[in-house]
């Protein structure tokens, strides 16, 4: 698929992230891919998935566009989104439209440089798209300079020097659409259907969400937060 063809697929649309991590509830084999087939039952346009093993059985049961990575912790280095070329190999071999990696400014494993990532993707996947995860405005053009064919605001938030606040940061996805020359996808805390609408009237192409729809642990825990800060109306004026 290249580029035109998974815009044209994605344009104004919800991509469901489908991932579960090793110790929560959904993780295990074939739930991911139920959830995916739930996904597209809704309308949903596109998957993000986590793992090979996950990103080919969704492939099996959606005909919708899969970007595929793969978390993996490295000792020597805080990315952990599809850090290394064995990572893009592993998404690629799946049958992933797209890879998704880590583009902020941090080295990767044993010292590899984002420049030197891209570099290598493209030499061994040509024709793999490539979407750029960014933190900050100046990744985000950095990225797309080096060659990435879309950029998310995903990681905003999650590197030392970005925003860490509870909601979408749009102020960043705003500024991305307006300097970077190539498509923008938003991601990261869009927790209900207002803040997507939202995203795609900044200008982005499509709106990535995973844990407001995909990790019923983390809704019931905003049902239960909220709860829990509620007062029962005229508890106040009851006799003790």
Request: charged share 20%.
């Amino acid at each position: 698929m290249n580029s035109e063809a998974f815009l044209e697929r994605i344009r104004g649309g919800l991509i469901v992230s489908c991932q579960a991590i090793d110790d929560e509830p959904l993780s295990g084999a074939g739930v991911m891919p139920r959830m995916a087939v739930a996904a597209m039952a809704g309308g949903a346009v596109g998957i993000r998935a986590n793992g090979a093993e996950d990103i080919r059985n969704i492939k099996a049961e959606v005909d919708l566009p899969v970007i595929g990575i793969v978390k993996r912790n490295y000792a020597d280095s805080p990315v952990y989104i599809t850090p290394t070329l064995q990572e893009v190999e592993e998404v690629a071999s799946a049958g992933a439209d797209v890879v998704a990696i880590d583009a902020t400014s941090r080295l990767r494993p044993n010292g590899l440089s984002l420049e030197k990532l891209i570099s290598r993707i493209r030499e061994a996947f040509p024709e793999l798209l490539i979407m750029g995860d960014v933190s900050t405005l100046v990744e985000g053009i950095q990225a797309a300079a080096l060659g990435v064919d879309f950029v998310a605001s995903t990681m905003s938030g999650y590197t030392p020097y970005s925003p860490g606040t509870s909601q979408p940061d749009f102020q960043l996805i705003e500024a991305l659409v307006q300097r970077v020359d190539i498509p923008v996808i938003a991601e990261g805390k869009i927790r209900s259907p207002d803040q997507a609408v939202r995203c795609i009237e900044l200008g982005c192409c499509a709106v990535v969400v995973g844990s407001a729809i995909t990790r019923p642990q983390e809704i019931t825990r905003t049902f239960v937060e909220s709860l829990e800060r509620a007062v029962p109306l005229g508890k106040d004026r009851l006799a003790p």
